[in-house]
């Protein structure tokens, strides 16, 4: 615990003196100093509440006391590295096996998702033998060297972007902004066949594909959700070609998406990847993160004659802390609360975009959903400026929302798990008089600029 309270302008000075100037702040006209936080709430220093629509990863709330107690309680007994025996990487290993397919039996700790991914591509190098990754365009992965190379979200905002030879770039399979939309009959088989189109290229070159690697439901890319069958069909593509297939959860699993624990598991029973990451909500905010993978792939990287050992992966005090998370969202029923939930704010939304023309598509599972702001319906401008002043009217009344997306368009709801029927009805209240707000004055502008007798608005 600091010795001394600052005060919010000595912390923003402290900040730009002392921390790097690329590591950004939320809302950075005027960001919000956070000196406490419970539940799905965060308070400043001036004691003020805001609602927290955006954590996704204090998965079980901020400050879950019985998260809070397994860490210390741990951490008076012993915290030390994986190559001592401890009851808790085994236990806790076997915990998690257990919410996902049998053939997904081996798991490797590591402290964050940006750990996870980059392991999770030295196995599948090791098991293939080959090179080259396929990954999604807006697609984000993590921020070492090795994922910034697969993560166009990030290289995209390169002023001279260097793209890595070894690296393909399939269309992300977005079907209200992508290449083929929800009035095309087969989506899934058409996103999955680029794909396919990307392998045969890729061979013809001389290059191998080692992997295809795609978050479960893509967050920075705009929430988008895979057409059902997309990914069997691109990892039977993918396995003919001698690669194997990478789930990345750091952002949507624990039962964030309420029907299913994994959001790789809204493909179906018949989709089983090879190798799933995961970081973010496992620790409740304790930097910990996991790649689960086949004893097949676990095997051949063991073969490779390198022993893998990280200081701080699988520690006693991260693993207890995980058990706990586990415990939470079993005793609180927080993937059913995702569901009800979920569908309750989904419905909601549903209905504030049939008011406003602004709103172009609702899209989401559980408590993962985005509304994305467009300027047209049938064109499907993106309303980036007009994201944007809807979060940041929203922080004046104490509600924190992000804005992502290629085109940073799409209001993204990844609240907490404890997220209630109440916080959704305040949230949308809240957007629905922002946006009724904003229509008004720029009909006034638009009114008063043309001249013209005032005409009624309607949507398509």
């Avoid at 007994?77 to 009851?87: A, G, V």
């Avoid at 293939?128 to 697609?139: C, E, M, S």
Wanted: a neutral charge.
């Amino acid at each position: 615990m600091a010795s001394e309270v600052f005060s919010k302008q000595k912390t923003i000075y402290l900040r730009k003196k002392h921390i790097g100037p690329s590591c950004k702040v939320f809302f950075s006209h005027d960001p919000i100093k956070i000196v406490r936080a419970k539940g799905q709430y965060m308070y400043n220093e001036k004691n003020e509440q805001y609602l927290d629509c955006i954590n996704n990863v204090a998965h079980v709330g901020h400050s879950h006391p019985e998260v809070v107690s397994a860490g210390a309680k741990q951490m008076e007994l012993l915290n030390t590295n994986s190559r001592f025996l401890h009851d808790n990487l085994v236990q806790y290993a076997q915990r998690l096996q257990a919410t996902l397919p049998e053939k997904l039996s081996v798991c490797y700790f590591v402290n964050s998702g940006s750990e996870a991914n980059d392991l999770a591509l030295r196995l599948a190098w090791q098991y293939t033998g080959h090179k080259d990754i396929i990954t999604l365009d807006n697609a984000y992965h993590g921020h070492v060297s090795s994922l910034i190379n697969i993560s166009p979200y990030k290289f995209h905002q390169l002023a001279q972007p260097e793209h890595s030879q070894h690296v393909h770039v399939a269309p992300s399979p977005d079907i209200y902004r992508g290449k083929y939309r929800e009035d095309h009959p087969d989506p899934a088989t058409a996103y999955a066949d680029d794909v396919k189109d990307i392998i045969e290229k890729a061979h013809a070159k001389g290059c191998k594909i080692a992997a295809f690697i795609a978050e479960s439901l893509q967050s920075c890319g705009g929430q988008v959700i895979p057409p059902v069958g997309y990914f069997q069909k691109v990892a039977q593509h993918v396995r003919k070609a001698g690669g194997i297939f990478i789930a990345d959860e750091v952002q949507v699993g624990f039962g964030r998406v309420g029907t299913h624990f994994w959001a790789f598991q809204l493909q179906g029973e018949d989709f089983i990847p090879d190798i799933v990451t995961m970081g973010k909500p496992i620790g409740n905010g304790h930097p910990m993160s996991c790649v689960v993978t086949t004893r097949e792939v676990a095997e051949s990287f063991m073969s490779s004659g390198m022993d893998y050992f990280n200081t701080f992966g699988g520690n006693p005090v991260s693993c207890a802390i995980g058990l706990a998370v586990l415990d939470v969202i079993e005793k609180e029923d927080l993937q059913g609360n995702a569901l009800r939930v979920g569908g309750y704010l989904t419905e909601l939304l549903k209905k504030l975009k049939e008011r406003h023309p602004l709103i172009g598509d609702i899209r989401g599972r559980g408590l993962f959903v985005g509304v994305e702001l467009v300027k047209d319906w049938i064109k499907r401008t993106p309303a980036t400026a007009e994201a944007q002043d809807v979060i940041y009217r929203l922080k004046d009344q104490r509600i924190l929302l992000s804005a992502d997306g290629p085109h940073r368009n799409v209001l993204k709801f990844k609240p907490p798990m404890c997220f209630s029927t109440a916080d959704a009805d305040l949230a949308v209240e809240k957007i629905d008089q922002i946006l009724t707000g904003s229509l008004f004055i720029l009909l006034i502008i638009f009114y008063s600029s043309s001249q013209m007798t005032p005409m009624t608005t309607s949507t398509p």
